[in-house]
């Protein structure tokens, strides 16, 4: 599909996309680990490699985010590590190392500088990769992960994809006989897709996951799209063959990054329960659950040896573990997702637990003395700490947030600032506090860097706004289109300082991020 032999069958001639995933983040990843019961390596020095980083934004944030830690980025895709190493140099960004080789050349490597990691890391590229690659990457962590040390991969699962897994082949049918580049060939399978869609054939009656995908087309962007579906090897792939794929490399499943997906409760019908329990291994338990849910995505964090904590270790490390708040509350919502349905918590334990976080990172431990003084059970509030970090209402934060160095974070938020300027592109700030990243909004990256630097005696106004924005070709936009009226322009650009002003930066600020 792809003329340069190097790519082995992956999309070299499309770039990927500039995304960021919490899980990825080194805190998130200890406490997915913790309540499993497993200790994490997160102490100064850390090492951490991003394997199949893309174009390096999201190890970039990491490692602006924390700056006592180091990271190596590896792709194969010599633009993406041209473009990826460009950005940090701009940046000043010093603890990173973009390296571009392919897994069959890291697995060979005896660079000091590309081993003993105590976190590696893939998004996606699993699932994506032929055979003989995926061994490569488990030589990789049998050679390069630290005993002790963290695996996070993320893939594409069955049985979820089972009703897609035949429109992903006609993609790739029609992309080999279609001229140009990867772009045009999907564009040119995503008009067969439609045109199967509107006859309603009947692949698409009986399949309705299908028919699904096809209409979410128009709502991503072909980079993701091309890369996604029209990898030569493309598979999604059971829990039970990556169990044992990882246990090759001396790997234990420690289990999943979607913290929510731990609690059993949340993720086994109560009829099932019993099935679930029977099964005579964390292997067969895994699979019944991808069942139960029609799993098309795992998150899963596998570790190298690992020595359960005691009891009493576990509640030592839990209750030191900080949480910020970072997303509102709908208005009157009762009812959470869960994977098997939705949880309603007690009603006086979340308002207890938004309490307690309500002047910036708190340890778990107060979190808990607080909410039990306000008559929550003990037993109640881990399991409410799950849902609201699955929703992203709670963020982990680095527990010795207040002495790291905001400095590198600021030099990359800046570039960050400063491209929004030009084009949508890069969505996500680098946050010191959490040692990970937070997702942005246009409107917040454009209005949030003149707020941040506004003065008490010279306050940004509407005027003065609109004629920023004016000079760097932007307008104000109602429905996609462009308001042209300066006066209901300046109006609404009022409405929306207002809003960034009193609820984003206050937050921004919370989790340090400055300019």
């Not at 086994?268 to 067969?284: H, I």
Request: glycine share 6%.
């Amino acid at each position: 599909m792809n003329s340069p032999t190097w790519s082995a069958g992956y999309v070299a001639d499309a770039p990927y996309t500039l995304g960021f995933y919490r899980e990825m983040g080194p805190e998130h990843l200890a406490f997915a680990a913790l309540i499993n019961g497993y200790a994490a390596p997160l102490q100064p020095g850390m090492r951490y490699c991003e394997l199949g980083c893309g174009r390096g934004y999201g190890t970039l944030l990491l490692a602006a985010a924390n700056p006592d830690r180091h990271f190596v980025g590896v792709d194969f895709n010599p633009t993406h590590i041209q473009e990826a190493s460009a950005l940090a140099r701009k940046a000043g960004i010093e603890n990173i190392r973009f390296v571009e080789a392919s897994f069959t050349e890291l697995a060979a490597s005896n660079d000091p500088d590309l081993t003993d990691f105590d976190i590696i890391a893939m998004h996606g590229v699993y699932s994506w990769v032929s055979q003989e690659v995926a061994n490569d990457i488990l030589s990789i962590l049998r050679r390069h992960l630290k005993p002790g040390g963290l695996c996070y991969v993320s893939y594409n699962t069955m049985p979820g994809w089972v009703q897609v897994a035949p429109m992903q082949r006609l993609i790739r049918e029609i992309a080999r006989r279609t001229p140009g580049d990867s772009i045009r060939k999907f564009s040119s399978a995503r008009k067969h897709l439609e045109l199967l869609e509107k006859e309603d054939v009947g692949y698409l009656k009986v399949n309705a996951g299908a028919r699904h995908r096809i209409a979410q087309f128009q709502n991503l962007s072909l980079q993701y799209l091309v890369h996604e579906y029209m990898n030569e090897n493309w598979k999604p792939l059971y829990v039970t063959d990556v169990m044992q794929h990882m246990a090759e490399a001396k790997l234990s499943y420690a289990g999943s990054a979607s913290v929510i997906e731990n609690r059993v409760a949340f993720n086994v019908p109560q009829k099932l329960m019993q099935t679930y329990s029977e099964a005579p291994d964390v292997g067969l338990r895994e699979l019944l659950k991808d069942f139960f849910v029609n799993k098309q995505f795992r998150r899963d964090v596998y570790i190298k040896g690992g020595v359960r904590l005691s009891q009493q270790q576990l509640e030592r490390h839990y209750e030191g573990i900080c949480l910020a708040q970072f997303g509102t509350i709908p208005e009157g919502a009762t009812d959470w997702p869960i994977p098997v349905g939705t949880a309603r918590p007690q009603p006086n334990v979340i308002p207890a637990i938004l309490e307690a976080v309500a002047n910036g990172p708190t340890p778990i431990g107060a979190i808990r003395a607080h909410c039990e003084r306000k008559g929550v059970p003990r037993a109640d509030l881990p399991a409410v700490l799950e849902i609201l970090i699955n929703a992203d209402v709670l963020r982990i934060c680095r527990i010795d947030y207040a002495s790291v160095d905001r400095e590198p974070a600021r030099m990359l938020n800046r570039i960050v600032f400063e491209l929004a300027l030009g084009e949508d592109t890069h969505r996500f700030l680098a946050s010191p506090v959490l040692g990970s990243a937070i997702h942005a909004s246009y409107a917040e990256r454009l209005l949030g860097q003149l707020l941040l630097r506004e003065r008490s005696e010279s306050p940004a106004t509407a005027a003065s706004t609109y004629e920023f924005l004016r000079a760097h070709g932007k307008q104000i936009m109602e429905s996609g289109t462009a308001v042209n009226d300066d006066s209901v322009a300046q109006e609404k650009l009022a409405t929306m300082l207002a809003e960034v002003r009193n609820k984003v930066l206050p937050k921004w600020r919370m989790l340090g991020i400055e300019i």
